[in-house]
């Protein structure tokens, strides 16, 4: 099982340290004022992008297997193209009727352009979910990895090339349009005429609404802190502030490697052995975070990671560390992530990351008002402590043995916030 866990692990690895890998090297060619826009761009494509997929990743992850001729993968892809098509509708609404900007983003090109690359994604984050629930490593591998290295090359060299925030978008798109045309087959093949069901569609929409608002509920509180900063604080500083979160958050794709293998086995399994599964989930990705945090304060006590940034204070680093402690409360919620979504309770598990992210935006707004990037870094602390004790404490999830271990690893990791 390890050996599998390795396999799906390195692929998931690999995307999302590229994926990152092009956050950290943005700083290198991008002023930080560039950079604060860059990243304000980013958050937007985030938010695009849970609200397109609605849940259909997940369908097709877990139900491929059960139903005949790949009927949820195709419904979910054309859900994407519905899904695109209403929010370009909604975009030229808003012209007609004399709104030039959204979030202060021009509609046109730059948000237009902005939820293109949002559907680009999901394509083929629906691709690979497809790949995984039947088990293809190397279709897998394949999709991933040739999509995100198209982007990493794409967009560092054209950033390089021309170092304004705009580049960014074109270079995305492009790559996500160079993805979608090599992988022409797939999508054509799928997109191809196929009848449902009413009661499939009914089945399908029942399972994958409830993720509209947790996907919404849970990207918000990633990303939320950036739309306040753009608006509470200068350019500069967001750039910084989105410089730590971009080492510190990095520690996320070692705890969604290990689930790239184990989530599949935890959706299919019965309770017992769902149990074990959940379990050892829990102890892998801890495992990894602290081996993460460890390396991370080595990089930082010995100058490493100073010596290729030029301009940003030793507070940057320092903050980095603390959002990655932070962190480390997600291996609690993604556990009881799976363990709802086993169960079909997704609209339990939206109840959980809604009314999170509720207390999030509040709690965030007065936190940056006051204290400005400061009070985002305790946010992002309070936030995901708050995510994982709800979840945890949820009546269709953990016992209250599990709750009396969260709350010793909570000590723990607000000792370190506070030390570091």
């Not at 040739?146 to 304004?164: C, D, M, N, Q």
């Not at 019965?270 to 990089?299: D, M, P, Q």
């Not at 945890?392 to 723990?412: C, E, I, P, Q, W």
Request: aromatic share 16%.
């Amino acid at each position: 099982m390890l050996k599998r866990i390795l396999k799906y692990s390195l692929v998931e690895a690999t995307y999302k340290g590229v994926n990152k890998l092009i956050l950290l090297i943005l700083p290198l060619f991008l002023t930080g004022s560039y950079f604060g826009i860059v990243s304000y761009y980013i958050s937007i494509e985030v938010l695009f992008s849970v609200i397109l997929i609605a849940g259909f990743d997940k369908l097709t992850l877990k139900f491929s297997s059960t139903f005949g001729d790949n009927k949820p993968l195709k419904y979910s892809l054309r859900s994407q193209a519905v899904t695109y098509i209403i929010g370009t509708l909604l975009l030229l609404t808003c012209l007609l009727f004399g709104i030039q900007q959204i979030m202060a983003v021009p509609i046109i090109p730059e948000l237009w352009m902005v939820l293109t690359c949002a559907l680009l994604s999901n394509l083929i984050i629906i691709q690979s979910s497809f790949y995984r629930s039947i088990n293809d490593v190397a279709r897998y591998f394949k999709v991933r990895i040739l999509f995100i290295g198209l982007k990493g090359i794409l967009i560092i060299t054209a950033v390089s090339i021309w170092p304004l925030p705009q580049t960014y978008i074109y270079a995305n798109l492009i790559s996500g349009l160079a993805s979608v045309v090599l992988f022409k087959g797939f999508y054509t093949g799928n997109f191809a005429k196929t009848v449902f069901r009413s009661a499939q569609s009914k089945f399908f929409l029942r399972f994958s609404l409830p993720f509209i608002f947790h996907t919404i509920a849970t990207q918000l509180m990633a990303v939320l802190d950036r739309f306040l900063l753009f608006h509470f604080t200068d350019t500069k500083s967001l750039g910084s502030y989105s410089l730590s979160y971009a080492i510190g958050s990095s520690i996320v794709f070692c705890f969604i490697g290990v689930s790239s293998y184990m989530e599949p086995m935890i959706y299919k399994e019965t309770s017992t052995k769902r149990e074990y599964f959940l379990n050892l989930y829990l102890k892998y990705s801890l495992g990894i975070g602290v081996l993460g945090l460890l390396g991370l304060f080595a990089l930082i006590k010995f100058n490493v990671i100073s010596r290729f940034y030029h301009g940003y204070s030793h507070d940057t680093w320092n903050n980095a560390l603390r959002i990655l402690i932070s962190h480390m409360f997600l291996p609690f919620y993604f556990m009881a992530n799976y363990n709802l979504t086993s169960k079909g309770k997704t609209m339990s598990l939206a109840s959980v990351t809604i009314t999170s992210s509720i207390i999030m935006a509040v709690m965030t707004y007065f936190f940056i008002l006051f204290w400005k990037v400061e009070g985002a870094v305790w946010a992002v602390f309070l936030t995901y402590f708050i995510l994982g004790l709800l979840a945890l404490s949820h009546k269709y999830n953990r016992s209250a043995r599990d709750l009396g271990k969260y709350a010793a690893f909570t000590a723990v990791n607000l000792i370190l916030f506070l030390v570091v």
